[in-house]
């Protein structure tokens, strides 16, 4: 890595690829994330009912999502907004684990619900709005479960970094960084997507990298386009809203894809994962760029 790298983000040390550690691999059940696998994440933005969580579940796993998603506390931009069925919530995404053996994300929003989430849940989520708050970083880190660290909606690179050192320290190694837009001055979009972010950090970081198009477009149609932009950029994995009538999502709504719109997203990314295995394929074998040509079935590229 660039010395200037090394300097930049001289107060995350740990954060930062060495001779000794150039991946982490974060093992969630039968899975890993950074590992060779692409990972996708998928639900709804919150768990509301039974029905919904277990019909998107469905959805998901026959589409190739490995875990779900879903809110059981909600960081909501109005104070007067659903926020989130709680441990109620959480019982209902356990259930679906059940039901359908997909591993649990899911938001922990305050220090005193660390215990409570880390029961149900196989990875915390902590969200864009808590990035900096480092009574929950420290609790969630030593709630020994994996962490899913969303970027600040106006945090920088280091900031994210020295967020996910804080959990590091705290003798948790499971760390996985999430870009989910940042805050500019388009409107257009509910965020703007730091696709920057992903290749630096997928360069300077050994943590796995995912990318969340949902909250990063703020409109269900760009969803698709951002995710394969991701795959592009080097990311381990997606997190992504999904709904069966988001019209109706009690949040979320406008970034949420219908279970055939997810469907099309997962079969359009497709050419991008084999571009993808084809690249970890030949790092691994050691080929160089220019004689790898004959490694490259044209069809993967469509
Ligand atoms: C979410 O994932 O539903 C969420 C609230 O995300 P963020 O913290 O990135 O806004
Ligand atoms: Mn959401």
Redesign the pocket.
């Known amino acids: 890595m660039r010395e200037d790298w090394q300097q930049r983000f001289a107060e995350a040390p740990d954060c930062l690829k060495s001779s000794l550690l150039q991946q982490t691999v974060v093992p969630v059940l039968d899975l890993e994330i950074g590992g060779g696998e692409f990972i996708t994440m998928a639900g709804p933005?919150?768990v509301e009912t039974e029905f919904q969580l277990m019909a998107t579940a469905n959805c998901v796993r026959r589409a190739g999502a490995r875990i779900l998603r879903g809110?059981a506390f909600?960081p909501r931009s109005s104070p007067y907004a659903f926020q989130g069925h709680g441990l109620d919530g959480l019982k209902m995404l356990a259930r679906a684990r059940e039901a359908s053996g997909l591993a649990i994300v899911t938001e922990v929003m305050s220090e005193d619900d660390v215990p409570m989430v880390a029961e149900y849940a196989d990875i915390l989520q902590i969200g864009t709005r808590n990035m900096e708050n480092y009574a929950l970083l420290e609790a969630a880190a030593r709630s020994g479960r994996p962490v899913l660290l969303k970027r600040g909606m106006v945090a920088t690179i280091a900031d994210l970094l020295r967020s996910a050192q804080l959990i590091l320290d705290n003798g948790n190694p499971n760390v996985i960084l999430c870009e989910r837009g940042i805050r500019t001055f388009e409107t257009a979009t509910r965020n703007t997507f730091d696709v920057a972010a992903i290749a630096l950090l997928k360069q300077i970081s050994h943590l796995p990298v995912i990318a969340d198009p949902?909250?990063a477009a703020g409109h269900r149609d760009l969803v698709p386009a951002l995710a394969r932009i991701a795959v592009a950029a080097g990311a381990d994995g997606l997190l992504v809203?999904v709904h069966p009538n988001p019209d109706k999502a009690w949040?979320?709504g406008d970034?949420s894809l219908d279970f055939a719109a997810f469907d099309e997203m997962m079969a359009a990314l497709d050419p991008y994962l084999s571009l993808r295995e084809l690249e970890h394929e030949r790092r691994r074998r050691g080929v160089p760029l220019r004689e790898a040509a004959d490694m490259r079935p044209l069809e993967a590229v469509g």
């Open positions: 933005c919150s809110g909600k949902s909250h809203e949040s979320d970034q």
